[in-house]
RNA sequence: CGGUGAUUAGCGCAGUCAGGCAGCGCAUCUGGUUUGGGACCAGAGGGUCGCAGGUUCGAACCCUGCAUCACCGACCA
């Protein structure tokens, strides 16, 4: 490709409104553009890497003998209603309808219409397991689409999804798949960590997730020091060894004026917030009345309520729902702000850390009040005791070994087991050797291409530019010609090496723009090119031709007939 | 969904407080000088000042409503 006749779209200035280096990057090096909220034109730069993932992904996938497919956007509401996902999704699925009213959704993910291929075309037990993937447009109508491609509403996203027979053969393509991601996700050049995770929206009951390490990342992963647990803060569970002190004096009343949150309330008692309790308030199931049951969770006042943990616990709203402040005081009498477990109507779950406080501070149902010197069993008589809050720097590891660490991750692929969750509903059935209709087994595995893109910039970058790892590179060379137009003999070997480099397949930007060198350097790096080879009077003088590695910075001079074979050993390894 | 802020040339912004000819830098185009790390000089083109309404002799600026975008928060007890 010539410079001339392509178009580059690189940016001198940081765009306004990028926050993270990976957006930033990627208006700058003239990869995307903002058309709308969290959706995105990829110019033709950023085409080249979406199309270089792609590539492994296929590679990956179809190597584990996984078929391709392409399911549509576009996706009728009563497929939606079969699986009852119509009215569970929420605001996130994008609703619309079309000239003759029909209703329709734009696809935030395809197991309803996978189920309904496989319920269709998949007739016999022989031809399970069959695991079928596409790569293809999603829309999630995001509350908060951020940091570019990172969170948006449209993106790329490869899903697969595998049907068996049995749970053993779910087990085997679930593996098989978690070994691809990880081929993947090697060859992109990333470093990842496989995580426990939480199954969320898409249902099931055994999932992991691929998160990239990066501040930048929404995520928080724990993993031990001493084992190789590791998981997505959601799903870690925590330790306690921490014993509870006997009780003390008498529990007594105090005034805190004014107080409404934890820290607040400690410092008017005086108290480290690791000595007072925090009890928050969420909704559990509805009653006939259409009211919610109040349940209290408490928790050590420095420590977090942990949602998806809680969501699960039984009797819980989930995803779990917090009270209105309405709520809460038509049931207390108090306001949020100065609530506790003593005297408190309803079902009390204490997380497992508040478990062991002794001699606390609470809410004391009253505005203004809290009470101190407050004991489980003697001045709380009921209440449960499970697994509330988020693990924190240092916890114990669940499997007993070692000590967490936290660490930001993006989470760029994740994989599930689904059971029987879509097959049931939606009759995707086939006949077992005795005649039978059985339901199917079904996995599903996703990566976020666009994701992917944005997370290696984020662990790929310098103050220069984007330095992309070798299979995601959008060229592979970049080749500068210093001032062809006043030195005919450098433009001639730029010409001839750029034919050469081509007709051998190399993916080449021949920036033959006659531009000052700095613009042209400027360029080739922002854009992150692995390999640059510039062409000038000087070193031609000694029939030598500069080259330099982007990564590493390294400078070489190479003969001029031998560049090519110089440069195609470098894309070999 | 809540909070904060923004919206003026392709991009980045000033001008709004205190109403009175629409500005600056970059980019683009023309000419010239330069030429190994985002050059310099001279000139030119480019604007429904987000939209709608109001106040005023006069509105980018004041008022009202709306839209879009961004950032922060959604752990609140």
């Known amino acids: 490709m010539r410079t001339s006749k392509y178009l580059l779209s690189t940016l001198k200035e940081n765009p306004a409104e990028a926050a993270v280096v990976s957006h930033r990057l990627m208006l700058r090096a003239g990869l995307i553009r903002q058309i709308a909220s969290g959706i995105y034109t990829w110019l ?18 179809n190597k584990t003998g996984a078929i391709e497919l392409s399911m549509p956007v576009v996706q009728p509401a009563d497929l939606w209603r079969e699986s009852g996902r119509y009215e569970k999704y929420g605001p996130e699925l994008c609703r619309l309808k079309d000239r003759k009213h029909n209703e ?3 696809g935030p993910t395809h197991e309803e219409v996978i189920t309904a291929i496989a319920r269709r075309e998949i007739k016999s037990a022989r031809q399970l397991p069959m695991n079928l993937y596409q790569i293809q447009t999603k829309f999630r109508d995001e509350i908060r689409p951020r940091f ?8 790329l996203m490869k899903d697969a999804y595998s049907f068996h027979l049995d749970h053993a053969s779910l087990e085997e393509t679930y593996q098989d798949m978690y070994d691809a991601y990880s081929a993947i996700f090697t060859r992109l050049g990333l470093d990842f960590r496989p995580v426990e995770a939480d199954t969320g929206a898409i249902g099931g009951n055994h999932s992991h997730e691929f998160q990239v390490l990066a501040d930048a990342g929404e995520d928080t992963i724990v993993f031990s020091d001493a084992s190789d647990y590791a998981a997505n803060i959601e799903m870690a569970e925590t330790i306690e060894t921490a014993e509870r002190p006997a009780p003390g004096a008498a529990c007594s009343r105090a005034a805190t004026p004014g107080c409404h949150s934890v820290d607040e309330a400690a410092k008017a008692l005086g108290l480290p ?36 943990k809680a969501g699960k616990v039984p009797g819980l709203s989930n995803p779990l729902e917090f009270a209105t402040d309405e709520e809460i005081t038509d049931f207390t009498g108090a306001a949020p702000g100065s609530l506790g477990p003593v005297g408190f109507k309803g079902r009390i779950l204490v997380d497992r850390a508040a478990d062991r406080m002794g001699n606390f ?31 924190e720097e240092g916890d114990l590891s669940p499997d007993g070994k070692g000590r967490l660490h936290l ?23 086939v006949m077992d050797e ?11 595995y996703g990566i976020g291409v666009t994701r992917v893109i944005a997370a290696a910039i984020e662990q790929h970058h310098d103050d220069r530019g984007i330095i992309w790892p070798d299979a995601m590179a959008p060229f592979d060379v970049s080749i500068i010609a210093i001032k062809p137009g006043r030195c005919p003999q450098v433009h001639e070997t730029a010409e001839k090496l750029y034919a050469q ?20 350097f400027a360029d080739a790096e922002l854009i992150g090119i692995p390999h640059i080879i510039t062409i000038g009077e000087k070193s031609l003088a000694a029939g030598e031709i500069e080259y330099k590695d982007r990564r590493t910075g390294a400078k070489e001079n190479v003969k001029v007939e031998d560049m090519a074979a110089f440069i195609q050993g470098k894309l070999k390894r």
């Open 361 to 391: 501070a609470c809410g004391a149902n009253e505005n203004g009040f809290h009470l101190i010197n407050v004991n489980w069993d003697r001045d709380v008589p009921k209440y449960e005791v499970c697994d509330l809050r988020n693990v």
């Open 104 to 106: 329709f959704v734009l």
């Open 273 to 308: 917030s690791d000595q007072v309790l925090k009890s928050l308030i969420v909704r559990g199931e509805r009653n006939e009345e259409g009211r919610y049951e109040l349940i209290m969770c408490c928790l050590k006042g420095n420590q977090e309520l942990n949602e998806i």
């Open 407 to 429: 660490r930001k991750g993006i989470e760029v692929g994740q994989v599930f087991m689904l059971g029987k969750k879509y097959s049931e509903a939606m009759g995707a059935v």
């Open 148 to 155: 570019g491609v990172m969170r948006g509403r449209e993106f």
């Open 434 to 444: 005795n005649g039978a209709s059985i339901p199917m087994e079904m996995g599903c």
């Open 501 to 520: 480099l081509e007709a051998a397949g190399v993916e080449v930007l021949y920036d033959d723009r006659d531009e000052r060198p700095g613009v042209m």
């Open 44 to 61: 033709p730069t950023g085409l080249r890497v979406l199309h270089k993932v792609e590539a492994v992904i296929r590679e990956e996938m």
